[in-house]
Each structure stands twice: as C-alpha cells, then as structure tokens.
C-alpha cells in the first residue's frame, strides 16, 4: 500500500494561475490548436521483474498479485476492489488494451495489434468496452466484447475520432473529433456507429466526453489559445454549454453526479468540485503526473495513473484521496483506466 501524503487542499484562481506560462510549452498543437498534454508520451520506464505470462487465440492473461486492500486508520474505509479495470499499455511493446481482475490481479490483454489502442471505455452494462484506435490508418471509434472479441470500427473519417464515452443508457457513444474545420469538437453517435452528430463546437479545442449519470449532460475540458483549461457541460435538451470550472481537464462524474474529479491543469494533479461550488478541492498532489481519474461504481474510490514512481501506473485511492494503493507494477507504461460497472 502507498498512503498519500496529500492533504485536502482547496484550489484558489491564484494557484491555477501559477505555471500557465510552461503550460503551452508542454502541449502539442493539433486541428488548429492547443491539445491537452500527450497522453502517449511516456519517460524512460525502470526495470522491474519479469511476470509470468500464458498465451492463448483469445488473449493474454499475466499472473499477478491481487492489489493490497488499505487499512481503515484514516477514518475513511478501504478503497474498493472489486470489479475490472480496464487501461491502455506498452507492456507489450506497443499501445494494447488491457483488463485487470480487481478481485485475483489477473490481467488479460484484450487486442493485440501493432497499431496504437487506446481510450478504453467501459459500456453501461459492462459486456461491450469502446476505444480508439489506428489500426486502420488514423485513430478512430471501435468497440469490442469486453473479453476482447469482434473488434468493430464504429468510425470512417479523415480527422481523428478519440475518447469515447457512453451514455448511461449505452444506446450512444460521445467521442472527441478533429473533423471539424479547426479544432476538436464533441460528437455523439448511436451505439452502432450510426447517426453521428456534432453537439458542441468553439473556436477553442474540445476533448475528453464525459456523460452525466442522468444522461442529460455531456461535460468535456475546453483548451483555450491562452489561460486556463475550463471543463463545460453541454446540455442535450437546450444544446447550450455551461462553464463549471477553469483550471481542469479529462473530467469524471461521481456515480450520483454531484461530483467531478478531474485532473488540475497545468500542475497534473487530480482534484474534485461539487456541483455548483466555485472551488475545487486537491485530492493527489503529486510529486510526479497524476491523470484520467475514474470512479468506482459506488463512488467511494476512484482510479488514475501517476508517474510518481518512475513511469506511468495505475493507482486506486479512497474518496477522499487520503489512501492510495498501486495497482500495476511494470516496466511499460500504463494508462486512461475505466473501471467497470
């Protein structure tokens, strides 16, 4: 186990403000502007001990130990370990998608392709899982069983589709995309890759879709030519969006949608903000990059990848960001954690 060192901390405009001028440095540019940091780009990872691995036609499971359930002595409970995770890796050599037991610590890679996948995004009823992928020439919307069969394209365009997300009813899939005419814009599209529609544009870049529990919102991070990155809601029954917060990116709805975590730009920490509340509160200030929290089905925990370590691994934390337990232990890096439902 790994305690957290943190301490709840309130995010105040000052604090968001420090570091803006490194933040366009450390982002790429693409579709006309600034994009969120790369996501691929990953340091030099330490060497570890090697895992013993089976093959078979279906996928690959690699024998590991089951993760450490904290203690209780912070008054908040042990975090939640049940379900699957599912995350992207370059374990393997390149970006797969991986699934991992929460119960035993089995993990199983799910595609094996010498393309890049990535984004994998859990369906409501936890038997389908979405990604992107380029397998196919640039990166586009697929979706797969959750044992990693029947892959199938759900995209065909020149831009780039990513970050899918599902609706609460698993009857659509929001996805961030470059094919408008300058920046990145939110699509949504029926489960089967039919009716696909732009419902949120700006001249800014938009990225990272995250469906309300109640289905009627769509928040994304909004990238600005200059200041603060902004998370927005867009409403699907007016079709207008809302400012909820400057300073954040890749949100997180809370299973009863009360809350979003969110990883703080541009210190990469991850932090919550209640509905409504004008502050955000630092959960994981980390010494390192702490990215792409998602909550466990009960809310009482949430999982992210931090570099804290020495390259990229998974890590699950009590609601309250007061326990931390490191979840993957490997050479590669690992990455964009969904937990299933």
Same mark, same amino acid.
């Given at each position: ?189 029926? %489960? ?11 001249? *800014?870049?938009? @990225?990272? #879709? !995250? /469906? $309300? =529990? &109640? ?17 927005? %809601? ?11 917060? *400057?300073?954040? @990116?890749? #949100? !997180? /709805? $809370? =299973? &009863?949608?009360?809350?979003i975590a969110f990883t703080i730009l541009p210190s990469t920490d991850i932090g919550v903000f ?13 010494? *390192?990059?702490?990215?792409? #929290?998602? /909550? $466990? =089905? ?39 954690? $969904?937990?299933?439902?």
């Open positions: 186990m790994t305690r957290a060192t943190n301490r709840r901390r309130w995010l105040t405009p000052a604090r968001l403000s420090v570091g803006l001028s490194l933040l366009a440095a450390s982002c790429g540019s693409g579709a006309g502007g600034t994009t969120a940091p790369p996501a691929d780009t990953s340091p030099t990872p330490p060497t570890t001990g090697a895992s013993a691995t089976t093959t078979s036609e279906e996928a690959t499971t690699t024998s590991t130990v089951a993760p450490e359930v904290p203690d209780t002595d912070a008054g908040v409970g042990a975090a939640t370990v049940e379900g699957r995770i599912a995350w992207s890796s370059d374990r393997d050599g390149n970006r797969e998608i991986y699934v991992m037991d929460l119960v035993d610590g089995s993990i199983t890679r799910l595609t094996e392709d010498p393309a890049t996948d990535l984004y994998p995004t859990w369906s409501p009823d936890g038997s389908m899982i979405a990604f992107a992928s380029e397998r196919d020439g640039n990166r586009e919307i697929y979706v797969m069983g959750s044992d990693g069969s029947n892959p199938t394209r759900l995209t065909d365009h020149p831009g780039e589709d990513s970050r899918p997300a599902w609706s609460p009813d698993g009857e659509q899939i929001a996805f961030s995309t470059q094919r408008g005419p300058a920046n990145d814009e939110i699509w949504i599209m029926n %489960a089967d890759g039919s009716g696909q529609e732009r419902v949120a544009s700006a001249p *800014e870049t938009l @990225a990272a #879709p !995250a /469906w $309300s =529990p &109640d289905g009627e919102r769509i928040a994304y991070h909004l990238v600005p030519q200059f200041g603060m990155f902004e998370i927005h %809601a867009y409403d699907l029954a007016s079709g207008s969006s809302e400012l909820l917060f *400057e300073g954040g @990116a890749e #949100p !997180a /709805w $809370s =299973p &009863d949608g009360t809350t209640e509905m409504g509340d004008e502050r955000g509160l630092i959960l994981i200030d980390d010494p *390192e990059r702490a990215q792409d #929290p998602d /909550w $466990s =089905p009960s809310g009482d925990s949430f999982v992210f990848w931090s570099d804290r370590d020495g390259n990229s691994e998974l890590y699950l934390s009590t609601a309250d960001g007061s326990q931390l337990t490191r979840l993957t232990d490997d050479p590669g890096n690992d990455r964009n954690p $969904s937990w299933s439902p």
